[in-house]
């Protein structure tokens, strides 16, 4: 190819300009952060030129109105022309590598510099710069505008090293000029700075960063300034917190402080943690810098080894950031750890606010579960109770796998006192299933609610022939719901019946009422499925012998209402627990009613008649 | 107690949680609670939650039920209910049924026909009838027939009801892990690899499928890399187990001490799982695992979650690993029947 056939496409930089600054960032308030990151860089740059350089950023305000603008200024390392030049080129080049290319991580100081200034021009229709640099030369003017144009002009004046930015604001975006909000903002974004950052406006001067923290460099100091660091906490996100866990990696390049919300929050709430990457904010929602589990805590978090996006809003997920999430999720499964040897009562008033995500990070963790267990808290038949407490029963521990299950027989369970745990909710029956791999000489069970059985009294075997006959009517009756009857003794004795559902048999009835409603297709297809299901999907009604009713129907079987009692008695016990009723189900339930009242009516009248 | 909660605190708790068999427990209470007060709109709603729910945690029988009582209302009445929704979910019932070896291939194909029609009438494109035919074939072995899917489906348009890319990508390159061409499948699986090709499942399902194509490669180093992203991806998650299954496969030959650690995480979701398939293969990759572990470490006593149906002593390896394989095998054997081929017994190798 000879090279008068190459071509380069043709830049549209405003173009460019407003994609990058209307797309690239989150919202217009970022163009502070991109000023600071410069004033940053440019401080830093000198620090390395100069060690023990003292470095500041002023932020100044001035004029109303249209007139409102704002001023940044550094004393860092300045821009000669030859810079500024290489700036303007790197943002046409951004085109040619792709924005995303330009920003990722180690690009130059210059190259980072010109694309943060554009995202100025989202609140402002002219950047001014006046820069001198620390090496020498003239000082320089830039004046850029949003449709590309720009002009660059030696000053007559020599400033001292650094550079200053003009804004001035357009009528959109006056808020973010005022002086409250800016005061804030250069709060949130750069509490962290280790130089002092001040805000001048209507001659006053406010300091907006204190000095930095020591526990900053060593979270592990951060445990004997309590006051002070949940005190910077609360200023810096806004709630008012009562714990807190330091964090730190191998490296020490990462640390933080994980704040322990004060109050419980739902499994799928965003977990939204404030990084600072070289101590400038870089993401208030960062989700995936500590694992999944950590939804109980909100976090501060330094870095200086993880690459940010584009935007420069999140990381990105590569090996790094997976190391370093692993290694803060370690630190604050340690932190845990730690309560749980030594502050026990601090652990439990945080397991009481967080017990999901503790459950959570326990079914994963069977170390950190067998650590914790005793402060968890399970629903079961002598109440809410710590798991501790219920392991000290010796007993067995009994645990349903559905809140469903449980409901069906913890009447009866508690009135055998049976230690019945309801596995029905999130993560317990798989902790209750894994408690005996975690915790030794423990042992748990698996309670189907066919297995409640266990614990009836049998009839003896001369007093169940007295009942062969009711027996058989009753499983004639029963036949055709595929359930069968079984006399036991069990209390509580004003219960006359007790309906148990295998798991098979639960399937079954799904089965078969999906498949009164479905097509015609799904239907038969419904129907070859069932026909794997195997034949213990029969269901049980459990007659109590206990119960007086009970005792007359299985003394006196009649023929004729022995079957009606016990459909009835069948229903009835399918309403009690709650299940839906299949049409034929339903047909039992009309006609027994009515035939019921048709009996009582008549044997009132015919009382009526004798007399 | 929470036992006598209504609708609305049913559904708000269960939308709560993360999918599992909680929130799987309080959306089928929700329904239940709908269909005894008559709410049928609500019971309508319930169940293409379970649908979703049950599909991705491991009770594909559980959406199997909801999904046919839908189909059933609406047809009665198909102006009083979203059909994106509910064919959005045909598709995922598709998925599963050849994993019931009790529906016949008759069946299936009935079914597919069904699914196409109903595609056709609502104008969606035919690329979701033939890559679901392409799926549906690899899953019977009938491999020819599911090459010649894969060539049509792959010129047809996608619109917004087809299979998300990464998804078919997977797909596709599952077909090549059957035809035995493991150079293809690691071509097919590039772009997923990358990154450049992503969804809730793929890369998970991605890294467990390509472990054995590498290691018969001898790429093992690469296979490595992916084994411990691929698991941290999935652990702990009950709709993975056959992948917990293809990553016990490469373990068992390369590191069986991580084998053994896989087997004892996951073990509780593959007993509890309502996918005979995937419990089949896992099972079937159990065995050669827990063999091969018996060699290196005798002593060993495998952990059994608490009501594991083993009465024999977990501290003899083999006569357990003879216990996952009997397992396996009897299941394979219904699906060859069903099949007429050998295709799923040969899976096992």
């Known amino acids: 190819m000879t090279a008068s056939n190459e071509y380069r496409f043709q830049v549209n930089l405003s173009g460019m300009i407003q994609i990058l600054s209307n797309h690239l960032y989150s919202s217009p308030k970022v163009f502070l952060r991109e000023l600071m990151q410069n004033a940053t860089d440019a401080i830093t740059a000198r620090t390395e030129a100069e060690p023990g350089y003292q470095g500041e950023v002023r932020v100044e305000l001035t004029g109303t109105g249209e007139q409102l603008t704002m001023m940044v200024e550094d004393n860092g390392i300045g821009l000669t022309e030859a810079d500024i030049h290489e700036f303007l080129a790197m943002i046409g080049q951004s085109s040619k590598r792709g924005q995303q290319a330009l920003l990722d991580g180690e690009t130059s100081f210059i190259g980072r510099f010109g694309i943060g200034l554009l995202s100025c021009f989202m609140v402002s229709h002219e950047i001014v710069m006046l820069t001198q640099s620390a090496k020498g030369g003239p000082s320089m003017e830039w004046r850029g505008k949003p449709d590309g144009t720009y002009t660059i002009r030696q000053l007559d004046t020599q400033l001292s090293p650094g550079t200053k930015v003009y804004l001035r604001c357009t009528p959109d975006a006056a808020h973010y000029f005022e002086a409250d909000y800016v005061k804030e903002a250069l709060f949130y974004y750069g509490a962290l700075l280790p130089y002092p950052v001040t805000l001048h406006h209507d001659g006053v001067q406010h300091v907006v960063n204190n000095e930095t923290p020591i526990w900053l460099m060593d979270p592990a100091l951060a445990r004997s300034r309590r006051a002070e660091v949940l005190a910077f906490g609360e200023r810096l996100l806004g709630e008012k917190f009562q714990d807190f866990i330091p964090l730190t990696t191998a490296s020490g390049r990462t640390g933080g402080i994980a704040f322990v919300l004060p109050h419980a929050v739902n499994l799928n709430a965003k977990r939204s943690h404030r990084v600072y990457l070289k101590r400038m904010l870089i993401s208030e929602k960062a989700e995936n810098i500590l694992p999944e589990w950590a939804f109980f805590v909100k976090c501060l978090i330094w870095t200086d080894e993880l690459q940010p996006t584009a935007s420069r809003e999140h990381f990105y997920e590569n090996e790094k950031l997976e190391e370093v999430r692993s290694e803060l999720g370690d630190a604050l499964r340690k932190g845990l750890a730690n309560m749980a040897e030594s502050q026990t009562e601090r652990l439990q008033k945080l397991i009481r606010l967080h017990a999901l995500s503790m459950k959570a990070l326990a079914v994963q963790d069977q170390a950190f579960y067998a650590m914790i267990h005793r402060w968890l808290p399970f629903e079961s038949t002598r109440g809410h109770r710590e798991l501790g407490e219920l392991i000290d029963e010796g007993e067995t521990l009994y645990f349903t796998s559905s809140v469903d299950e449980y409901r069906q027989i913890h009447h009866v369970a508690s009135a055998q006192s049976m230690l019945v745990i309801n596995g029905g909710y999130i993560y317990d029956s798989e902790l209750m299933m894994t408690l005996p791999m975690t915790v030794h000489n423990l042992h748990t069970e698996r309670l189907e609610p066919d297995q409640v059985s266990m614990s009836f009294t049998d009839v003896p075997p001369a007093e169940r022939n007295q009942y062969y006959d009711a027996l058989r009517l009753a499983d004639s009756a029963l036949q055709r719901f595929r359930c069968r009857a079984e006399v036991k003794g069990f209390k509580p004795s004003d219960l006359p019946v007790l309906f148990t559902l295998s798991q098979e048999s639960s399937t079954l009835r799904a089965l078969e009422k999906a498949s009164e409603e479905s097509t015609e297709l799904f239907s038969s297809l419904l129907g070859s499925l069932s026909s794997g299901i195997s034949s213990a999907g029969y269901s049980t009604l459990y007659l109590n012998v206990n119960n007086p009713i009970i005792q007359r129907v299985l003394t006196s079987p009649d023929d004729q209402m022995t079957p009606i009692a016990i459909e009835m008695l069948y229903v009835n016990a399918l309403m009690m627990g709650h299940y839906a009723m299949n049409r034929q189900e339903l047909e039992v339930l009309n006609q027994g009613i009515v035939r019921f009242i048709d009996w009582g009516l008549r044997g009132n009248t015919d009382r009526k008649g004798d007399a | ?349």
Request: glycine fraction near 6%; hydrophobic fraction near 35%.
């Open chain 2, 1 to 349: 107690m929470k036992t006598e909660m209504d609708f609305e605190e049913l559904m708000d708790e269960a939308y709560g949680l993360p999918n599992g068999p909680a929130k799987l427990g309080m959306l089928e209470e929700a329904a239940r609670v709908a269909d005894v007060n008559g709410m049928e709109e609500e019971a309508y709603e319930a169940r293409s939650e379970i649908v979703e729910t049950a599909t991705f945690c491991g009770y594909p029988m559980k959406a199997l039920i909801a999904f046919s009582w839908q189909l059933g209302k609406f047809d009665q009445q198909p102006e009083e209910y979203d059909e994106e929704t509910l064919m959005w979910s045909y598709k995922w019932i598709l998925g599963k049924l050849s994993s019931f070896p009790e529906v016949s291939r008759d069946k299936m194909m009935e079914l597919l026909e069904d699914f196409g029609q109903r595609f056709k009438s609502f104008g969606y494109s035919e690329r979701s009838y033939w890559y679901y035919r392409f799926r549906i074939s690899m899953d019977l072995g009938e491999l020819e027939e599911a090459g010649s899917s894969y060539a049509k489906f792959r010129t047809m348009d996608r619109d917004f009801m087809s299979d998300c890319e990464a998804c078919e990508q997977d797909e596709m390159m599952r077909y090549f892990i059957l035809t035995g061409d493991d150079e293809k499948v690691l071509e097919m699986a590039k772009p997923i690899l990358k990154g450049r090709m992503s969804c809730a499942e793929i890369p998970h399902l991605t890294l467990s499928e390509i472990l054995m194509p590498l290691y018969r490669l001898g790429r093992t180093a690469e296979a490595d890399k992916h084994q411990q992203k691929g698991y941290r991806l999935i652990k702990g998650q009950n709709d993975f187990v056959r992948s917990f299954a293809e990553q016990m496969d490469y373990l068992a030959r390369t590191n069986p001490a991580k084998g053994i650690d896989v087997l004892e995480e996951s073990l509780v979701f593959a007993m509890d799982n309502e996918d005979p398939f995937a419990k089949m293969l896992f099972y079937g990759r159990t065995a050669p695992l827990l063999r091969r572990w018996a060699d290196e470490s005798p002593e060993y006593r495998l952990r059994l979650p608490a009501s594991f149906p083993y009465e024999g002593d977990p501290g003899d390896l083999r006569k357990l690993a003879d216990y996952f394989a009997e397992y396996a095998r009897a299941a394979a054997d219904k699906y060859d029947q069903r099949n007429g081929n050998r295709h799923v017994s040969s899976l096992l190798g």
